[in-house]
T-cell receptor
Framework: DARVTQTPRHKVTEMGQEVTMRCQPI?????VFWYRQTMMQGLELLAY????????DSGMPKDRFSAEMPDATLATLKIQPSEPRDSAVYFC????????????FGPGTRLLVL | SQQGEEDPQALSIQEGENATMNCSYK?????LQWYRQNSGRGLVHLIL?????REKHSGRLRVTLDTSKKSSSLLITASRAADTASYFC?????????????FGKGTKLSVKP
């Protein structure tokens, strides 16, 4: 049963600390998306990659957020330094790269920054 | 920026009743998708309808698309308590956005047993 995995599932940290979230896309998927979900803003696209190259990261605050794909099986999202307003659920999703294709979501990382 | 807007924001029905959710969008699309999100979980894809299709069925789900009105509806027939979740529409425009989806804010459906 292929699925997207994310770690950690929950993270509580203090303001100013670095946070790293990891995602393993479904094997064979070449597109990875990072989303942030809050009650106020809903689901926001932060960045996405195709064949490990960033296609769009315009939704991401550049001064503190960074997203990378060190290899085809791992995507990372880092926040440094973290702030309370970063508290949200962060989802990773993967797709087959056909453009506007179905996306398969991971279970999310619930982040709380105190 | 939000493309799809679901209506209503919240819907409460009794088990066995039908649930209808609507989605309106602003720009031209290549396809429109519906996703479900159970509390505390990731989104799960339900159905995809292409811009040249008008209606699609999957089990108890029926989706319609009216590109002239830029709107879609999701009908869940004979609802069950397990259908309680948030439902999101997402639009894809290959040309403008290189293939990502733009999600609405969702309709929260509560099905009472």
């Amino acid at each position: 049963d292929a699925r997207v995995t994310q770690t950690p599932r929950h993270k509580v940290t203090e303001m100013g600390q670095e946070v790293t979230m990891r995602c393993q896309p479904i094997l064979g998927h070449n597109t990875v998306f990072w989303y942030r979900q809050t009650m106020m803003q809903g689901l926001e696209l932060l960045a996405y990659f195709r064949n490990r190259a960033p296609l769009d990261d315009s939704g991401m605050p550049k001064d503190r957020f960074s997203a990378e794909m060190p290899d085809a099986t791992l995507a990372t999202l880092k926040i440094q330094p973290s702030e309370p307003r970063d508290s949200a659920v962060y989802f990773c999703a993967s797709g087959t790269g056909e453009g506007g294709e179905t996306q398969y979501f991971g279970p999310g990382t619930r982040l709380l920054v105190l | 920026s939000q493309q799809g807007e679901e209506d209503p924001q919240a819907l409460s029905i009794q088990e066995g009743e039908n649930a209808t959710m609507n989605c309106s969008y602003k720009t031209s699309i290549n396809n429109l998708q519906w996703y479900r999100q159970n509390s505390g979980r990731g989104l799960v894809h339900l159905i995809l309808i292409r811009s040249n299709e008008r209606e699609k069925h999957s089990g108890r789900l029926r989706v319609t698309l009216d590109t002239s009105k830029k709107s879609s509806s999701l009908l869940i027939t004979a609802s069950r308590a397990a259908d309680t979740a948030s439902y999101f529409c997402a639009t894809a425009n290959y040309g403008g956005s290189q293939g990502n989806l733009i999600f609405g804010k969702g309709t929260k459906l509560s099905v009472k047993p």
